[in-house]
């Protein structure tokens, strides 16, 4: 099982991809709202589980129209998917139904005997979420106690031999300057080392402001990745691309090309990142179900037409970084076919300042209260 999408080097295969395909690559799957942590760069708002989660049989359905459509793997995440009663028997059943399984999780519930039931399973991918090399820079982003317990679930699942786990990183300003002790974290657990971007969606709407990488520290992130095309990024960091070479990877959003989500109520948007109505496609709970969603809704069929450059179209790096993240200009109020906010030529940033204030959409009231960066970073 491939641990990240596709690549497309080739000019051809970028176009196809940009027309859609018949089935995603992969989709995100959140199961639960519900999180026993309130990391307050979360994407979703997570905490409270929503009443009207899909139920056991529900999510089995859906797995089965995964393994109709040919879906080769499925990222689950939430919330906390691990709180779900049923998540384990949920995994279990998508790989014998030949759908491969990637979750994310904060660890804290990962012990010795669930560590040996997952190393058992074929077909599972296990990534430890932390966002710091040590857990006083970890600890403000996600909570005390969360570092102490990723890193025990590491352990557990070392010493129960699974295979090289993944540790997954969200990039802020604070943690960038750790990327040569992230990435010994990583070896020393014969573990592979992924690194995300922060978005602002969710409660990372309030906090993104003040926890995104400088320019400089994008410029730094860059030269580090290019060094080290081992390490996962599951396409985050295409905006990059415009410095040079690029990195490795799709290199263009997918968002209802190749990639999709499905959230804990059934609920199919086009992008993991941007849970806000005007991107929502449809249910799996209407009629025709996932399938009908992918291959019909008008919201998809749109995304997958020939898009404009906008205002980037005198830009001599759009074909390298494709005019950036949709979900960072959506949720900072930029145009869609503007630049995106953490251009590295510094064109988002000078189009922010024109953003009046209140003009970005409301990420939502999600699902917990908010907890504020001031509260966390002493």
């Known amino acids: 099982m491939p641990s990240e999408p596709a690549t497309a080097t080739r000019p051809g295969l970028t176009e196809q991809l940009k027309g859609g395909l018949d089935a995603p690559i992969c989709l995100t799957w959140e199961i639960t709202y519900g ?93 430890i979420s932390i966002d710091g090399a040590d857990a006083e820079t970890n600890d403000a982003v996600r909570g005390t106690g969360s570092y102490a317990a990723a890193r025990q679930a590491m352990d557990h699942l070392a010493h129960a031999g699974f295979g090289p786990f993944k540790i997954s990183v969200v990039m802020t300003r604070h943690n960038v300057e750790q990327l040569p002790a992230l990435e010994a974290l990583a070896d020393g657990y014969g573990a592979q080392l992924r690194l995300t971007r922060l978005r602002p969606s969710g409660r990372g709407a309030e906090t993104w402001g003040q926890l995104h990488p400088t320019q400089d520290q994008q410029v730094a992130l860059y030269r580090w990745l290019i060094d080290r095309p081992g390490v996962l990024t599951g396409d985050s960091f295409f905006h990059l691309s415009a410095l040079g070479e690029a990195l490795p990877g799709l290199n263009l959003c997918g968002a209802g090309r190749v990639v999709c989500l499905i959230d804990p109520v059934g609920d199919v948007y086009a992008c993991p990142f941007v849970l806000h109505p005007e991107f929502r496609a449809g249910s799996v709970r209407d009629p025709g179900g996932f399938a009908q969603v992918w291959r019909h809704s008008e919201l998809f069929i749109e995304l ?75």
Request: proline share 7%; net charge negative.
């Open 35 to 127: 999180c026993n942590l309130a990391c307050i760069h979360c994407l979703s708002s997570s905490g409270r589980r929503d009443p009207r989660e899909l139920s056991t049989d529900e999510a089995i359905a859906v797995i089965d129209e995964l393994h109709d459509l040919q879906v080769f793997y499925v990222n689950i995440g939430g919330g906390e998917p691990t709180i779900r009663p049923d998540f384990y028997d949920l995994i279990q059943y998508s790989v014998s139904r030949g759908v491969g399984v990637k979750f994310s999780t904060n660890g804290s519930t990962i012990n010795a005997e669930r560590a040996a039931r997952l190393a058992g399973m074929d077909y599972v991918d296990v990534q």
């Open 304 to 378: 997958r037409q020939p898009a404009a450059a906008g205002a980037c179209a005198s830009c001599g790096s759009y074909d390298a970084c494709q005019g950036g993240c949709m979900a960072a200009k959506f949720f900072t109020g930029l145009p869609l076919d503007g630049p995106d906010p953490e251009c590295v030529l510094g064109h988002g940033e000078q189009m922010l300042a024109g953003v009046a204030a209140g003009a970005a959409p409301s990420p939502g009231p999600g699902h917990s209260v908010p907890v504020t960066l001031s509260a966390r970073r002493r």
